[in-house]
């Protein structure tokens, strides 16, 4: 039998952290034959609430699940963990700027990168799902310097599994029949969910989306702000925001970065930008990658056109403005 991997979840909970615990649990993150232990980590006001969650995980005997530790303390919640899933953090709330949000988070994220870097396994995978999520990453980067820079990602799966679901509707196949849509930049509303490579198995084989769809207009409009606004539109319906299918999305990412995606299919992941497609270096920016043995690159050579390439600039500035953004918080607290 394999060795337990031990899992660590921020903000565990919130209400990601309730979809997400259990999901991971039963192996949609690792696989049916994988056993984990759950590090959970909350903060102090929150900790009976904790505590009931371990109390139903543990309920739910699930097979797959070795352990679980359920702490408020930071650097008992890393030792040892193989992968990080960082969802904790202060809620936007209405009337809340995106400038408050960060002076709550940036301090947060500043702290529990020392505390990863510390005290994770040397080759620990990060993924941060709390908002400003690419920003969060860049700060965690920046206070954990020896963790390598590959492990450090963010989450746009759930604007990518939108995308795909959006068009799959579109169009009437299978969700699992459309691929390769991809979502660049920051995950915000700048985000450029781009459809020009998607394709789409039908009867008469793969076809292009655009193809298929036969609409330029719904392409280039409509599904971008479809994609862009669902996050609002859940908000608004559930008054509360998207949090089983953000969980689910988290278990996708990281199920895809350590097991792999499928040949001739991509997915999208905030990641640290080396400079491909004239994306600034050194920002954590979404771009569709390939995975394999536990390794993301970057999918190379798509041709960008100039309606693409104004979309993915725009986000890219937005994300150096938060990065400015993060630093001005750091050095006022
Ligand atoms: P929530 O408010 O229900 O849960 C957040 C949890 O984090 C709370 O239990 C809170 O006590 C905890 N927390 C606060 N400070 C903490 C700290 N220092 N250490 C550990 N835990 C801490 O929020 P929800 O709905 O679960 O969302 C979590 C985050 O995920 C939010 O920032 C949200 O904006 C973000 N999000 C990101 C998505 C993405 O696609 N990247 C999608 C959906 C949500």
């Given at each position: ?5 031990r ?72 030792k040892g963990v ?37 005290h994770a396994a ?212």
């Amino acid at each position: 039998p394999k060795d337990a991997v031990r899992i660590l979840v921020t903000g565990a909970a919130g209400q990601i952290g309730y979809a997400l615990a259990p999901m991971i649990a039963r192996g949609i993150m690792l696989g049916p034959d994988q056993p984990v232990i759950l590090h959970l980590l909350d903060i102090q006001p929150v900790a009976e609430s904790l505590k009931g969650v371990r109390m139903e995980l543990i309920d739910a005997a699930f097979p797959l699940l070795q352990g679980i530790l359920a702490t408020t303390d930071v650097n008992e919640a890393c030792k040892g963990v193989n992968i990080a899933v960082m969802v904790g953090g202060f809620p936007c709330k209405e009337g809340m700027e995106r400038r408050d949000v960060m002076h709550k988070n940036v301090p947060i994220f500043k702290a529990q990168a020392s505390a990863l870097e510390q005290h994770a396994a040397p080759d620990c995978k990060i993924l941060v799902v709390a908002n400003p999520a690419n920003t969060n990453a860049l700060i965690l980067k920046e206070f954990a310097p020896s963790i390598p820079v590959k492990n450090i990602t963010c989450l746009t799966r759930l604007d990518h599994n939108r995308a795909l679901s959006h068009i799959s509707e579109r169009l009437n196949v299978d969700v699992r029949d459309v691929k390769n849509v991809i979502i660049w930049g920051n995950h915000s509303s700048t985000q450029y969910p781009d459809a020009n490579y998607a394709i789409a198995t039908t009867d008469i084989g793969e076809k292009s989306v655009r193809e298929l769809v036969a609409d330029d207009h719904w392409i280039d409009y409509e599904y971008i702000n479809s994609v862009r606004e669902r996050g609002a539109e859940i908000i608004k319906a559930r008054k509360l925001s998207s949090a089983l299918s953000a969980a689910s999305a988290a278990c996708d990412h990281v199920h895809d970065w350590i097991i792999g995606t499928a040949k001739g299919t991509w997915v999208s992941m905030g990641v640290y930008s080396d400079g491909s497609y004239g994306i600034q270096p050194d920002i954590i920016y979404s771009f569709p990658v390939t995975c394999q043995k536990g390794e993301w690159s970057i999918v190379q050579g798509l041709k960008i056109n100039e309606f693409s390439r104004e979309k993915m600039d725009t986000s890219m500035k937005e994300l150096t403005r938060e990065e400015s953004l993060a630093y001005s918080c750091l050095n006022q607290t």
